[in-house]
């Protein structure tokens, strides 16, 4: 079975790095700009497609999250004692496997994700599913607050990415990230200062936990902890900072792990109003109100 999982994962990678090259000009620019081995390339599609397998043979049950994911106990612990004093959020990213990192997680305590809805909606389905079959409550991010706080009434902990470009620029602040500035949104940190909660930095990578291939696991790794006190003391801005900074470091030493894919260096399109868009129609003191909604046949005059 594991054999298999593999060499479809293989499949997978090939096809999306050397023949549909997904992205590749892009991927293999951010991380040359990066200063990073040229290998990470082909390495993070491995570890996409690997991470893609496992989340197929989990909805299939051939698999669990626990046979994949390991989320250290003293990190499970950490977690546990926030609860027990008030609010807790998880900042991660999109590192390793993520999605079964969640799905793990929420066979460990109560987790509420703030997910974006995928982009083909067959897919959106399908991870939703998956989801709920690990209880995982998610909302969307339009009206997170309050559905964070009925989170937090409930004792859930709630999760969200720190490495997506805002849906505005008004949102985000510029912070340097691996090599360029990056548009980072500050609504996590905006949540978690009004509801002054425990935030705990979480990323994920591969590695192998004892001799042989079947030993690889990815490993949840807890890279920033902020308790509610530095969290009311900081700004948003200088919380995303430093929990963007964790996450370069994070990058920096596992390189293969982040989604080089996603465009983390875009500036988010600008929400034009379509009524302010229309050019105004110069007019002149003479211009009546009848001028303007003459016919298109005659010819209007319009004296200066």
């Given amino acids: ?13 090939f096809v999306a790095y050397r023949i549909a090259r997904v992205r590749r000009h892009h991927v ?42 390991d989320i250290p106990q003293e990190t499970v612990d950490a977690i546990n004692a926030a609860r027990a004093r008030g609010p807790v959020m998880l900042w991660c990213a999109h590192t390793s ?31 939703q599913r998956q989801r709920a079959r690990f209880r995982l409550h998610t909302f969307r991010p339009a009206g997170a ?7 937090f009434q409930r004792g859930e902990v709630v999760a969200t990415v720190i490495d997506q470009v805002p849906a505005s620029s008004a949102h985000g602040d510029l912070t340097s990230f691996l090599g360029a500035p990056a548009l980072t949104d500050r609504s996590p940190a905006v949540l978690a200062k009004r ?36 969290v009311r003391r900081a700004s948003a801005r200088e919380l995303m900072a430093r929990a963007t900074e964790a996450l370069e470091t994070h990058v920096r030493q596992h ?6 894919l996603h465009r983390r260096w875009k500036s988010p399109r600008p929400r ?33």
């Fill in 28 to 69: 293999e620019r951010s991380i040359r700009r990066a200063n990073l081995p040229a290998g990470t390339a082909r390495g993070m599609f491995r570890e996409l497609a690997t991470s893609l397998v496992e989340l197929l043979w989990v909805a299939l049950g051939w698999l669990t999250p626990a046979d994949v994911v």
């Fill in 97 to 127: 496997n993520w999605e079964l990192l969640a799905m793990r997680a929420a066979t460990l305590f109560p987790l509420a994700l703030i997910v974006k809805t995928q982009g083909v909606g067959l897919a959106d389905r399908f991870i």
């Fill in 255 to 260: 390189p293969s792990s982040w989604l080089w």
């Fill in 195 to 230: 509801a002054r909660a425990h935030v705990l930095v979480i990323f994920a990578s591969r590695e192998v936990r004892g001799p042989g291939a079947a030993a690889e696991r990815v490993v949840a790794s807890l890279a920033l902890e902020l308790s509610p006190e530095v």
């Fill in 272 to 304: 034009t109003n379509p009524i302010s868009a229309i050019a105004p129609i110069p007019l002149s003191s003479s211009t009546s109100p009848k001028t303007l909604l003459a016919p298109k046949k005659e010819v209007i005059e319009v004296t200066s």
């Fill in 145 to 151: 607050m309050k559905a964070s706080r009925a989170a």
């Fill in 1 to 13: 079975m594991r054999a298999g999982r593999e060499r479809l994962a293989a499949l997978l990678a």
